[in-house]
């Protein structure tokens, strides 16, 4: 009677099973399939914010798709259009490792979720690294891989292993950034005032796109010499073109450069001008300085140097100091 009776028991539990098997949604297991599909084999590294889909559609109402993360450093919105942004800190100075959850429910509150391993990388912030970080982190890339944006650094000229050549207008030089003599630099056919007189021991500083091309860290073809005491407005002016439209940096920047352009003369009204200015000599880097204020912008004439302080933004596909900027010093043309 026993061994029946638990028998019975154990049939009551399957059917019990079953039933729950059979009663739960198939769409929902549809819809959570579906979001799987579309995440699981897209990259784990999530340097920058990205969207999430905050539905999947059905023959009746929608499954509703909620995204959460397990890292304090990320930001989870919603917007009006029913997509999700997943807002990562893009200054992170370490890698954050994370897992991306989503949760699918449907109109009775039937849930079913799926979860990805995601990273945010280790921000490359060229703008204010010093030289030797950026040798460092340049020396970690794969065969093949580039820096994320043009950046320069300064150096001593070790080695020339292409001499000048008068036919293309360049030349070949290997660069010691400090005491890192087992990771130089190559300034791969470098061109610009004063390469054809290059000389081992000349101390140089170079701009242009860092990668490793089959196993040798060097600057591209393109890159060019450029004023030693220009390189940190040099590196503020090539990382800001990295970035995208509407996008702007987290942080405040400093830059100097030479008024090459005035497209808003000063306004007596509002007290600002709107100049571009050139770092570095630079001419493809140009960066506008709109609405500047400060002591000497009335006086602003093309020529002038002058430093200026704000947030560097991507407008509309302009490089920019956004409204608010300031003028921290000027030096007269004439």
Sequence with gaps: MKKGFVALCLCLVLCLCCGAVLAEDPGLKDARSYVNLMYKNKPASTPKDYQLIGSVPSDGEPYTVEWTTDSDTITVLR??????????????????????TAVISNAAGETAEVSFERFVPAAINLDILSDEEIVAIAYTLEDGASLPADTALRGKVVAIPTPWSEQYGNITVNIQVGDLA??????????????????EGDEVAVAGRIKNYKGTIEFDKGCVLIPAEEVQSARVALYAYSLEESAAMSRPSTMTGVVTE???????????ITVNIVAAGLENYKVQCYRLKGEGVETLAVGDVVTVSGTIKNYKGTIEFDSGCVLDAVVKAN
């Design 79 to 100: 917007g009006e259009d029913g997509m999700v942004t997943i807002d990562v800190n893009e200054d992170n100075p370490k890698e954050v490792a994370y897992v991306l």
């Design 262 to 272: 005035i497209p808003s003369a000063y306004s007596e009204q509002y007290g600002n």
């Design 182 to 199: 087992d990771q130089v630099v190559q300034c791969y056919r470098l061109t610009g005032e004063g390469a054809a007189a290059l000389a």
